[in-house]
Nanobody, 125 residues
Framework: HVQLVESGGGSVQAGGSLRLSCTVS????????MGWFRQTVGKEREGVVGVDSDGAATYVAPVKDRFNISRDNAKNTLYLEMNNLKPEDTAMYYC????????????????????WGQGTQVTVS
């Protein structure tokens, strides 16, 4: 059973940076499409970026030039480097995984993702 644990959220001023981490356990990390999603109260969960095991990624347009996703397969860890943060980036950020036997990736539509972390809050003021 795959488990995901996020860390690295916090409060920053606009223009600042944060790096989120997601550690994966309970499965072979390389067998999963991974993604970062975010959600604010009253809104649907939004796909921020999806990545495949080789590092190919798809970003939502508002973050494309500011965020960078990376995978350390040896450490079973997914990272999201967020730069030039804006107040509209404020949200709960979630890491998620789905088996590559279920979908083709990279993918940033939340529906197919079956494994989710507990989330980490990012607040930009």
């Amino acid at each position: 059973h795959v488990q995901l644990v996020e860390s690295g959220g916090g409060s920053v001023q606009a223009g600042g940076s944060l790096r989120l981490s997601c550690t994966v356990s309970g499965g072979d990390y390389r067998d999963y499409c991974m993604g970062w999603f975010r959600q604010t109260v009253g809104k649907e969960r939004e796909g921020v970026v999806g990545v495949d095991s080789d590092g190919a990624a798809t970003y939502v347009a508002p973050v494309k030039d500011r965020f960078n996703i990376s995978r350390d397969n040896a450490k079973n860890t997914l990272y999201l480097e967020m730069n030039n943060l804006k107040p509209e980036d404020t949200a709960m950020y979630y890491c998620a995984a789905v088996s590559t036997t279920v979908v083709a990736c990279p993918l940033r539509v939340p529906g197919p993702f079956g494994f989710w972390g507990q989330g980490t809050q990012v607040t930009v003021s």
